[in-house]
């Protein structure tokens, strides 16, 4: 069975300041990773997402993440975050030869202060 | 806007009662997917279908059913509602049936009073 540790129940971070999500993984078998994010009173919205080749992939917003196999982590990082980045992020695996499915961590709430 | 619709946005409903929540999938989409998501158990995924057709199953209790329609819409079905049944329930939606990105709608709140 797949599952995903969100290190960080909750970030506040200074307007301008980067930050530094973390997400650890738990698998048998070769994965998807995603990042989506939630702003409140709103659906998801994919922010990156890994599935082969390169391990540092680029996503919306400035936001990028990192694979890394060894340590079975993909945390997302921003070098200057914005007001506008205050929201619920959530890691997300999938396996990409078995159930269709998408296994959450319990999201990170991201509060950015002026 | 990802281009899936569900309806209703907010549902207030009594113990016991059933419900249904409606989704649109993106266009040309042929995969649905429902997800559960509450304080407690954060975001837990439900049930997948595929053109039509089951094709996984999450933690989806007995009294919760959906199905696919040929139009590609989806209907969650929940029956003899407990407090506990109270979430956000999402669809998300995708092209293919193995999931590379789903496209999440904006869920529908349902209360159980």
């Known amino acids: 069975a797949q599952s995903v540790t969100q290190l960080d129940s909750q970030v506040p971070v200074f307007e301008e300041a980067p930050v530094e999500l973390r997400c650890n993984y738990s698998s048998s078998v070769s994965v998807y990773l995603f990042w989506y994010v939630q702003y409140p009173n709103q659906g998801l919205q994919l922010l990156l997402k890994?599935?082969?080749?390169?391990?540092l992939v680029k996503g919306i917003n400035g936001f990028e993440a990192e694979f890394n196999k060894s340590q079975t982590s993909f945390h997302l990082r921003k070098p200057s975050v914005h007001i506008s980045d205050t929201a619920e992020y959530f890691c997300?695996?999938?396996?990409?030869?078995?159930?269709?499915?998408?296994?959450f961590g319990q999201g990170t709430r991201l509060t950015i202060n002026p | 806007d990802s281009g899936v619709t569900q309806t209703p946005k907010h549902l207030i409903t009594a113990t016991g009662q059933r419900v249904t929540l409606r989704c649109s999938p993106r266009?040309?989409?042929?995969?649905v997917y429902w997800y559960q998501q509450s304080l407690d158990q954060g975001l837990q995924f439900l049930i997948h279908y595929y053109n039509g057709e089951e094709r996984a199953k999450g933690n989806i209790l007995e009294r919760f059913s959906a199905q696919q329609f040929p139009d590609l819409h989806s209907e969650l079905n929940l029956s003899s509602l407990e407090l506990g049944d109270s979430a956000l329930y999402f669809c998300a939606s995708s092209p293919v049936p193995r999931g590379t990105e789903a496209f999440f709608g904006q869920g529908t709140r349902l209360t159980v009073v």
């Open positions: 997300a695996v999938s396996d990409p030869q078995g159930a269709q499915k998408l296994v």
């Open positions: 266009s040309g989409d042929l995969s």
């Open positions: 890994y599935l082969s080749g390169s391990t």
